[in-house]
């Protein structure tokens, strides 16, 4: 018989912390929703921007959602969970983060009712894995097919992705530059569309309208050209890429010089001279009017260079070197003796202007650019940065459509048709796993019912219309949120691409299930050395949206 006066062993330290069972789950799910909530109302052309003010004082204005979550440091574990959803968003399509994160929430929220009805966690987590499948296997089935040659429609959906954000007063200018930038990198490899969206670069300037926004054909470097008597503006530029210094290397070792008589020094200095005089001889010889150093230039090389007529920047970043080989045809040459005329690019126009404060090189009139530059405009910081994080929104949905070769509609159309579709594949089933299948697709309907609310209209007459809609079989039935009327998302040109809607339901659904099947969490104590192992305050204090 068991000893009644045994004494209860403790295997974790005094300072760790063990949550079990319900606790565990709902403190989980509480954080996740409140990071939902956190984002929430930025959804949509009516959404809502956050205002973020770091330790240092910085502001941050936005209604990017995975900017809005990188921004509050957010330190729950269940929490961060959600955060990664965006994060793997915004690298696999670059748009739809809020969108990822409020369906993560609220099939969380769905599950919990179903907790509350004491079905198992994993029967949860099993329908919703099944539910997830058959979204996916739908949603595709449902995408319509577009091509890169399709400009209206690529055009359409960059409209969409600015629309509701600091771009929207600008979005047609630069819908076009966008889509035009997309077709100037895209290659097409064994008959797939390849686009690399790291060839178009966004730059921002401040203190012009986003109106006065451009495409450079080519490259815009933030240097200028390193001497006054250097060209300013070179036409039908032969330009030279080098990855070596133009000036007398220093030797690897330390090495001492003795020198008896003056004209030793003097023999000392022409022979350096002479080092240098060669190197210019050797570009002009190549036939070079421009180059480009991704080290330092010696000052009696910089006049030198200015003598023949050929203007210089130094000090180019790795990336900036590579893009104006894509976009010059240029070869990156490492070893100045090696440098050939066959290695030179060309543009049509290189010119050095002053943007804003700063003096840029402008390398354009490519003949193929296979990499450019987006100059992107806004009057003050705030507007322009927000502008730049739309338009890098607008290059992720184009790329990604031009890439899967598939687009669906946008304003809450795909959703209202998957959850209607979902819940006939739930009669399928029987039991408990039938209501896990249907508490999917009503989590599914968060997105329009998000976008009704943030435009301000009732949201349960929107649904049931947009549900009444897709009932008659019109697939692209969606919310017009400026007047509340049900329109044809397609036909008004409200598209977004298909893998915006793929990522997110696989993330969403995939971090839900992770987080339903935790039924404990062990706080760690502290390390050896004072350092904790989780973050200070732990699981505790959590209600609403008191994480952040």
């Given at each position: 018989m068991a000893d009644s006066n045994m004494q209860p062993i403790f295997i974790f330290p005094e300072d760790m912390k063990k949550t079990s069972g319900k606790d565990a789950q709902r403190m989980n799910i509480m954080a996740a929703k409140a990071v939902a909530q956190a984002v929430r109302s930025t959804l949509g052309p009516k959404g809502m921007d956050k205002m973020i003010v770091d330790?240092?004082?910085?502001?941050?204005?936005?209604?990017?959602?995975?900017?809005?979550?990188?921004?509050?440091?957010?330190?729950?574990p269940a929490a961060k969970m959600v955060v990664e959803v965006a994060k793997s968003q915004e690298s696999a399509v670059g748009d739809g983060t809020t969108t990822a994160v409020i369906l993560a929430g609220e099939l969380l929220k769905k599950a919990e009712d179903l907790l509350d009805q004491n079905?198992?966690?994993?029967?949860?987590?099993?329908?919703?894995?099944l539910a997830e499948a058959e979204a996916q296997r739908l949603v595709r089935e449902m995408a319509e097919n577009v091509s890169l040659n399709d400009t209206s429609i690529l055009k359409s959906i960059a409209i969409t992705a600015m629309t509701g954000k600091g771009a929207e007063n600008s979005k047609e200018k630069l819908a076009e530059l966008i889509v035009k930038a997309i077709k100037n990198i895209a290659e097409e490899e064994n008959g797939q569309?390849?686009?690399?969206?790291?060839?178009?670069?966004?730059?921002?300037?401040?203190?012009?309208?986003?109106e006065k926004s451009e495409l450079v054909d080519g490259i815009l470097i933030d240097k200028e050209i390193v001497h006054p008597a250097m060209p300013r503006t070179i036409k039908n530029a032969k330009i030279a890429l080098l990855d070596c210094a133009l000036e007398i290397k220093n030797t690897e070792i330390e090495t001492k010089i003795q020198i008896n008589d003056p004209n030793q020094f003097e023999a000392f200095l022409e022979k350096e001279e002479k080092m240098l005089r060669k190197m210019v001889e050797k570009i002009s010889a190549a036939g070079a009017t421009v180059i480009f150093c991704q080290k330092g230039i010696d000052d009696m090389v910089q006049h030198l260079l200015a003598k023949a007529g050929i203007a210089a920047a130094r000090r180019l970043k790795q990336s900036d070197m590579e893009a104006l080989a894509r976009a010059t045809g240029a070869r990156i040459?490492?070893?100045?003796n090696d440098l050939m005329a066959e290695d030179l690019g060309s543009a049509g126009l290189v010119r050095e202007d002053k943007i804003g404060e700063e003096e840029m090189v402008f390398v354009e009139k490519c003949l193929n650019p296979k990499s450019v530059t987006l100059l992107v405009r806004g009057g003050t910081e705030h507007v322009a940065d927000e502008i730049k994080r739309a338009v890098t929104d607008a290059i992720g949905d184009i790329a990604a459509t031009v890439k899967n070769g598939k687009a669906v509609g946008g304003a809450g159309a795909p959703e209202i048709e998957l959850a209607r579709r979902l819940k006939q594949f739930a009669q399928g089933f029987k039991g408990?796993?039938?209501?896990?299948?249907?508490?999917?697709?009503d989590a599914i309907e968060i997105v329009p019912r998000t976008l009704a609310e943030n435009a301000g209209l009732d949201p349960i007459d929107t649904l049931a219309r947009l549900r009444s809609a897709h009932d008659e079989g019109k697939k692209w039935a969606g919310i017009d949120v400026f007047t509340g009327e049900v329109v044809d998302a397609w036909k008004i040109g409200v598209i977004e691409p298909l893998k915006i809607k793929t990522q997110a339901i696989g993330s969403a659904s995939e971090v839900a299930e992770m987080i339903l099947r935790i039924d404990d969490v062990v706080m760690g104590g502290k390390k050896e050395g004072g350092m904790p192992r989780m973050?200070?305050?732990?699981?505790?204090?959590m209600g609403g949206e008191g994480m952040y």
């Open positions: 330790s240092m004082g910085d502001v941050t204005i936005t209604n990017d959602g995975v900017t809005i979550l990188e921004e509050m440091h957010i330190e729950h079905i198992h966690p994993t029967l949860v987590a099993k329908g919703y894995r569309i390849k686009v690399d969206i790291s060839n178009i670069k966004v730059e921002k300037r401040v203190g012009e309208p986003a040459v490492s070893n100045l408990r796993e039938q209501l896990a299948v249907n508490a999917f697709a973050p200070p305050g732990g699981m505790g204090g």
